[in-house]
DNA sequence: TATGAATGAGCGTTCATTCAT
DNA sequence: GATGAATGAACGCTCATTCAT
């Protein structure tokens, strides 16, 4: 009988990982062989390629945020405030990394344009996240203000990962957080 | 004199929106001298390494920023919403692509954890973008709510560029455009 | 387990006649690899670099020296003149080839100067030479005398390989040895 | 008129220098053009190719030890060994270096198997210094131990030049200038 | 399933050489 | 004669991928 040393779960979130440190481009098969334990070509027994594993580790990113982080807002045994910290939080926890990369921002910037295979998933995350928020703004104001505000919080947290990157600083997120909570108190002007 | 087919300064742009296009890592030096019109073996007669290349674009952008577009803010013959109007214009047709890149954010994801050598340049161009805007929301507030607009500001446009290129839309930027100038009249809370 | 065109061993020995004909600097990876059948890249499996690879070369050469040549001296079994007679010839198979180049005085007049990682091994090889055909000496002369002896053995034997490779002829070879031997009868002067 | 910034004599030694020093093939025509001030395509108005420039260094080194160094061994105002005397070390200082290197002995080695057209200078060379040393070792014993004589005395000085280079040492050379002295005392066995 | 040898295309870079000016 | 831009082949090396075992 063969011995399995992995599991796909395991190299997904591994592989997440490098790539959220590495980026797309500058991570080698062999990086994430590595990273995981196996020889590089013991991972094609798991993923035929690349491609195929950034898509995968981009759609179990979608899939735990279906599961796990958006429904958060739908939980009415918290106050909005409550819901909203908590859903960010895990959010942070899951496509953040300490370093300062986005899996879904990095990937956005790199591939977009010439990977067409990622770009679906990653508007599934982006659009998932919107609603998540737009459903939280809009308990105060007009659903399309409420857009706006979920929109505006989302470009924010992008740069902000960006400047904390450059800067190694974290208080530009923490800035970003009080103001997506804040926001909740907003009106249409 | 020997013939020649391109300038230092041509290359220079002509890189500036391959790698905007195409990231740092996708880009290989075959693509640049392509997109100059040269063999790539000729290209080492303007730059010694790809690494040097990138530097001299990022330097030549923020040269071009601090000598065409920051001093706007200090243009006393237009009221502050104009400076900032023509600034913010002038700034995105430096470094943004219409495919949705920006120069300084892409570099920044895709470089600044293992590329030290453009770390400096990036954090100098950042730094201008955010003195400018600092300057100008200072008329009507203090200095440290103006920095955190500014930087407000600088963090959205880039998830905006971001969005933008996911989605293939352009009212992302504008929506940040529009707020950009609103803030001019925010005071401290 | 994967198809093993090649061992390890193989690629060492083919590799010291290779560069042992070409010299290091006029041998490329492509000249080794097909001198063992393989595809450059391939190569790569068995050793990271070129540097490695020759530093590896000499210093297989330098354990069998150790193991099978100079041990010779000190086998009580043969008379002096036998030993020294079997030493020299089996040191000359080792590191001489038919087209009269010498894989250790090569490389020291085309490596010492700039690519100190191949010095060490080489000192090593020249210091084992050196004390093996010492010992020899030493039996009917001082220690003093018996290590000038063999430095101008060795001397000459280097000098020879060069005018053999020059000339074309292998007279030059068969003087040296002749007198290497004859020197066991010398004494201090 | 047009300038010339140096003279077919200068670049010819400069070249004798870096090539002594690097060798043939690790010599890059640029680092031959910054050795005498030119720029490298400038370099293709003295001599057309890399080789050509070799074998002309080669050629004027012998013409130079023809017309200055051989002749001594016929001055017979001079005892003989002051002429052996004067000229070892007039020929040391044409073809050696300081570094330890051999202009003649690093070119026989690195290129006499694939680069025929070097061979019949270097020939002629070794020719020249085996008849100047065999003309004075003759004055005490006969022509062909003369020639013995000579043929194991630039051995030596060959075989001196790698161990001085490996081990940094010059009393190689020294032991050799003195051994080629006192064979003048020699006589046939 | 895991291995690791092998592939072949491509990378960034260097180089000898050419030639219009 | 000197320049330096341009060439094109080759270099050492990396990579995603394949596949016999």
């Given at each position: 009988m063969p011995i399995q040393k992995v599991t796909r779960e395991e190299i997904l979130t591994k592989s997440l990982e490098v790539f959220r440190h590495r980026g797309y481009h500058n991570t080698s098969m062999n990086d994430l062989a590595n990273a995981v334990g196996l020889l590089k070509g013991s991972f094609y027994h798991y993923f035929d390629s690349k491609e195929t594993l950034m898509k995968e580790v981009l759609m179990s990113v979608n899939i735990f945020l279906k599961q796990?982080?958006?429904?958060?807002?739908?939980?009415?045994?918290?106050p909005i405030e409550a819901r909203m910290e908590t859903m960010l939080k895990r959010f942070s926890k899951t496509v953040?990394?300490?370093?300062?990369?986005?899996i879904v921002g990095n990937t956005i910037l790199e591939t977009v344009n010439q990977y067409p295979q990622f770009k679906e998933v990653l508007q599934e995350i982006l659009t998932g996240w919107t609603n998540a928020l737009t459903y939280l703004y809009s308990h105060r104001t007009t659903p399309e203000y409420a857009r706006k505000l979920a929109e505006q919080s989302i470009m924010e947290y992008e740069g902000a990962i960006m400047m904390a990157k450059l800067f190694g600083e974290s208080y530009y997120y923490k800035d970003c957080y009080l103001r997506a909570i804040e926001r909740l108190n907003e009106r249409t002007q």
């Open positions: 796990e982080v958006f429904p958060i807002v739908h939980d009415t045994t918290l953040f990394s300490k370093d300062g990369g986005c």
